[in-house]
T-cell receptor
């Protein structure tokens, strides 16, 4: 039982390049989330999904796109990377507990992205 | 949006000392979560509080939520070097599908 995994662990991009971050979970969770962590700012929600085929915007969605074609995978895409997107990206998942969503979120190990 | 303020931003203690980290909200909290993060790693779930006045403990860590549900504290008794890391509080709203808003984190250093 691997929990939540993320690939890659590290990546360096040049401004304008694109890439996709992959998140996978093996806990059969309905809900999945993408956060970014920047120094002194905690974690901020980028996008989230409440089930296969669904996505929704979080607090800081600009410059990112997501897809949830399979229940166990949640992809985060950067179409044209900018230096402001240099950050550590975390994926998380949780069970479906309705709109309240009061269930533990399990986090992946993170992807450290640098955009030059 | 719901804002969470953590204090202190950083804390350095000697092994064996007790310490407290606070998390304060501008609005009434629904679900309050505490996570620990080691540098370069993901977040490890510690505890979740939902009821006013609730208190939970695990090993030497105790988390409390005040009656008004606007402030939570995390207390570590007899700290050890293994407690070092970044402690983050996160909160959900009642209709948020579990979306977490986080405080900025508290960096804890424990000197042996």
């Amino acid at each position: 039982n691997a929990g939540v995994t993320q690939t890659p662990k590290f990546r360096v991009l040049k401004t304008g390049q694109s890439m996709t971050l992959l998140c996978a979970q093996d806990m059969n969770h309905e809900y999945m989330y993408w956060y970014r962590q920047d120094p002194g700012m905690g974690l901020r929600l980028i996008h989230y999904s409440v089930g296969e085929g669904t996505t929704a915007k979080g607090e800081v969605p600009d410059g990112y796109n997501v897809s949830r074609l399979k229940k166990q995978n949640f992809l985060l895409g950067l179409e044209s990377a900018a230096p402001s997107q240099t950050s550590v990206y975390f994926c998380a998942s949780s069970r479906d507990t309705g709109t309240s969503g009061t269930d533990t979120q399990y986090f992946g190990p993170g992807t450290r992205l640098t955009v030059l | 949006s719901q804002e969470l303020e953590q204090s202190p931003q950083s804390l350095i203690v000697q092994e064996g000392k007790n310490l407290t980290i606070n998390c304060t909200s501008s609005k009434t909290l629904y679900g309050l979560y505490w996570y620990k993060q080691k540098y370069g790693e993901g977040l490890i779930f510690l505890m979740m509080l939902q009821k006013g006045g609730e208190e939970k403990s695990h090993e030497k860590i105790t988390a409390k939520l005040d009656e008004k549900k606007q402030q939570s504290s995390l207390h570590i008794t007899a700290s050890q070097p293994s407690h070092a890391g970044i402690y983050l509080c996160g909160a959900t709203k009642s209709t948020s599908y579990g979306k977490l808003t986080f405080g900025q984190g508290t960096i804890l250093t424990v000197h042996p």
